[in-house]
């Protein structure tokens, strides 16, 4: 009995004849063929890699094992024969290399070094473990095992736990090209979302009216409610696509992603409110640092932080979370709420902090302090001799 044959009938890393051709690890019935491998009858030193369907789910600071189990014939090969090798699709037909084992070597390449291991359940095992997961280490992985000239591959995606948030800076909206909007989510504490991160978030009630990139090189925006000038009136809710645009010379928005925090988002009480740089220097006082955009929403969407409060963020925003929406506390649904970017001298505000766990935080705050530094010099009033009093310029 073949794949697609209509039966309850239910087989496993089991062998069926299909006139000339082999196949196996099918699961045949009601489950559907979800991985089936073919060969030749007569072909030998043969490999089939077997891998997770659907895709595996964790959160950034997590561990999680990418599972990929292989067989190999004829069964007796020498394992220090079996090479298996891992690597992230970046792009169409590109990708980047990030675990080698032949035998007993094994290597690990550029960030996934110390993080990504062998997790070694027995033979045929060549699943891996990504420790301390990454913003970055979203996507989709192949696992390909050779046996000397045969080999095998199957693919394992990985998602991440998290929230998406539009994103432009302080010159305005549609003023990103493509690498501009990565270094915008990167600045920000996290990266250009996904098309399927980006309609998740649109399921999940998400309407924005302006475009932007996403890390494909398209250019989309979600409607969940069409409007006159939104999305047009007449047509269904969905997430509108531009198509892939120039990187280099279109501009737009942007769509970022991030996942849960190591560390906590705080809103700091004070006496007054603060212009810009004493909001930083409040943060670093209390042993943290201003928050960052994608900060704010992590902490909004997994610390479930509610302050009817606005208060400045490292790029000089003034936003505020709502979970649980209420009178004159900004409208009717959650969000993060955001009222611009004014003017850092004399405009006054309160504060958002972010703590690092422990471990980290001493660095961090260091950095935030020689960023503060050199804020207020950039910044401060030039004084030049003119005759014999002062000239003040800016």
């Known amino acids: 009995m073949c794949c697609g044959a209509s039966s309850d009938f239910l087989m496993t890393d089991r062998i069926c004849m299909c006139s000339d051709v082999c196949l196996r690890g099918c699961s045949i019935g009601r489950s559907a063929c979800q991985s089936c491998h073919v060969l030749l009858e007569d072909d030998t030193g043969a490999v089939i890699v077997q891998t997770a369907p659907g895709k595996v789910v964790t959160h950034r600071g997590g561990s999680i094992t990418l599972p990929c189990r292989f067989h190999h014939e004829p069964e007796n090969t020498d394992p220090a024969r079996i090479r298996i090798k891992w690597t992230k699709v970046t792009d169409a037909l590109q990708f980047d290399d990030v675990f080698v084992a032949l035998g007993k070597q094994q290597r690990v390449f550029g960030s996934y070094r110390g993080r990504v291991f062998l997790e070694q359940e027995g033979p045929g095992d060549a699943s891996v473990i990504i420790q301390n997961v990454t913003l970055e280490d979203y996507g989709r992985y192949e696992c390909e095992v050779t046996n000397d000239m045969e080999d095998d591959t199957g693919f394992v995606n990985l998602d991440l736990e998290g929230v998406v ?3 432009y800076p302080r010159e305005g909206r549609y003023k990103l090209n493509y690498h501009q909007a990565e270094d915008a989510c990167k600045h920000q504490d996290a990266i250009l979302a996904s098309h399927s991160q980006l309609h998740k978030a649109w399921l999940d009630g998400l309407d924005w009216c302006n475009a932007g990139w996403l890390d494909d090189g398209s250019v989309q925006y979600p409607i969940s409610h069409p409007r006159d000038q939104c999305g047009r009136k007449d047509t269904p809710a969905g997430v509108r696509n531009y198509g892939y645009r120039h990187k280099e010379s279109e501009r737009y928005d942007a769509f970022c992603f991030t996942s849960k925090l190591n560390g906590k988002v705080y809103f700091l009480k004070r006496y007054k409110k603060t212009n810009y740089a004493e909001a930083m220097k ?29 208060g400045w963020l490292e790029d000089g925003s003034i936003r505020y979370p709502v979970v649980n929406p209420r009178t004159r506390c900004g409208g009717p649904h959650p969000g993060v709420r955001h009222l611009g970017f004014p003017d850092k001298k004399f405009r006054l505000y309160g504060v958002y902090c972010f703590r690092k766990n422990q471990e980290e935080n001493a660095d961090q705050v260091k950095k935030a302090k020689n960023s503060a530094d050199g804020w207020k010099s950039s910044n401060s009033l030039l004084m030049t001799a003119t005759g014999g009093g002062l000239k003040l310029t800016h």
């Open 165 to 167: 948030f539009p994103y």
């Open 282 to 310: 409040a943060c670093i006082r209390d042993g943290s640092v201003l928050a960052k955009v994608g900060q704010l929403y992590a902490a909004w969407k997994f610390q479930l932080l509610d302050r009817c409060e606005a």
